[in-house]
Each structure stands twice: as C-alpha cells, then as structure tokens.
T-cell receptor, first 112, second 112 residues
Framework: GQNIDQPTEMTATEGAIVQINCTYQ??????LFWYQQHAGEAPTFLSY????GLEEKGRFSSFLSRSKGYSYLLLKELQMKDSASYLC?????????????FGKGTKLSVIP | NAGVTQTPKFRILKIGQSMTLQCTQD?????MYWYRQDPGMGLKLIYY???????DKGEVPNGYNVSRSTTEDFPLRLELAAPSQTSVYFC???????????FGPGTRLTVL
C-alpha cells in the first residue's frame, strides 16, 4: 500500500514564494505527479518527477528525493489565481502500476 | 479537441435508483479511469480500463460497474444508489500507462 501526506491548508501573500511538501511511503515508487485543482473544477497537470532533483516550469518548480520519500512544489511570484488545491499523486511500479494514489490535497489561499 | 467530457454535471438520486455517468474522450487515449472525490479526501480510483473491452477494479469498486465497448467511451453505472455514493465523480484518460491524466469536468452526485 501507499501513504501520502501533505499539509491540509496553507496561506501565502501575493507576490511571495510558497513551498508545498509531500511525503510518501510506497512499496514500488515509479514517479510523482503534482496537480492543481481550483474549487469546483477538475484537476489539471502541473508536473511530473521520476528522478531526483528539481524540475522547473515557469513560476512552478517541483523537487523529488526518492531516498527520503519527499517532494515539494514551489510556487514563485504568487498570484491570486494560484489559490487552489494542490494534489500530490504517486505512481507505483507494482501490481497497480496503471494507478495513481492521490494525497488529500493542500488548499492554498493567496491573500493580497 | 473537446478532451474529456462528462454528463450530467449534476444529479440528485433517490436511494435505490440507478443511473449511468457518461464519459467520452476524443484524444484516442487507451487508458481511462473513474475517480470519486469526497470533501477533504483525495481522489479514489473506482475502476480503470487499459483499452476497449478491458476493465479492472480500483481501490473502491463496490456499488459500481463499468464497460468499455469503444476507445472513446467509458460509462460508470450505479445500480442501487446509496447515500455513501454522494460524491463528485471524475473521469480521466491518459495516452500511456502511468502518463499524465486528463480529467473531465466532473459529475456532482447527491443520493437522498
């Protein structure tokens, strides 16, 4: 089985930087996704990490450490539209390798 | 491309009624998935399909059935609706196994 932990809620100020952490325990790690989900909408893909290190994509970056079972999503130059839930999801290389296991999500509120 | 479409957007059912949630994708994806999302909880996989004619159970399949007669369509059937099935249902698809998943807009279902 898998266990994924991420903070329930975070608040940050417009223009600032925020880091959303995700820790996981899995029997056969094969990649980690971050999705963004605005209230009442569908999740949309943000990033994918399978190797250790930092992946940068504009204002968003995602980091992975497989040995520590840890990832974070870094959002820079926060904008009001970044207020959303951020979902961490782990891909397992075992029997359920078609499947993603999602964390409960971190609700980020960006305030002026 | 419309991507992943779902109907209906909202539905209220009485206990014991049945209904089918429709999902269609026009991206020629082989892999399709049904998730449910409850407040404060992560997305839970109900069923998935790796191609036309092939389906398998996810984490929470009880009370649901699926079929996949074409690449495009992946309907989810609730036979005897129960209050515990009140949730938001998302359909998703991906091109390759374990790839980025594209989500539909969701169906908000209430069972009273």
């Amino acid at each position: 089985g898998q266990n994924i932990d991420q903070p329930t809620e975070m608040t940050a100020t417009e223009g600032a930087i925020v880091q959303i952490n995700c820790t996981y325990q899995t029997s056969g790690f094969n990649g980690l996704f971050w999705y963004q989900q605005h209230a009442g909408e569908a999740p949309t893909f943000l990033s994918y990490n399978v190797l250790d290190g930092l992946e940068e994509k504009g204002r968003f970056s995602s980091f992975l450490s497989r040995s520590k079972g840890y990832s974070y999503l870094l959002l820079k130059e926060l904008q009001m539209k970044d207020s959303a839930s951020y979902l961490c999801a782990v891909k397992d290389s075992g029997a359920g390798s078609y499947q993603l296991t999602f964390g409960k999500g971190t609700k980020l509120s960006v305030i002026p | 491309n419309a991507g992943v479409t779902q109907t209906p957007k909202f539905r209220i059912l009485k206990i014991g009624q049945s209904m089918t949630l429709q999902c269609t994708q026009d991206m020629n994806h082989n892999y399709m998935y049904w998730y449910r999302q409850d407040p404060g909880m992560g997305l839970k996989l109900i069923y998935y399909s790796v191609g036309a004619g092939i389906t398998d159970k996810g984490e929470v399949p009880n009370g649901y059935n699926v079929s996949r007669s074409t690449t495009e369509d992946f309907p989810l059937r609730l036979e005897l609706a129960a209050p515990s099935q009140t949730s938001v249902y998302f359909c998703a698809s991906s091109y390759l196994q374990g790839d980025e998943q594209f989500f539909g807009p969701g169906t908000r279902l209430t069972v009273l």
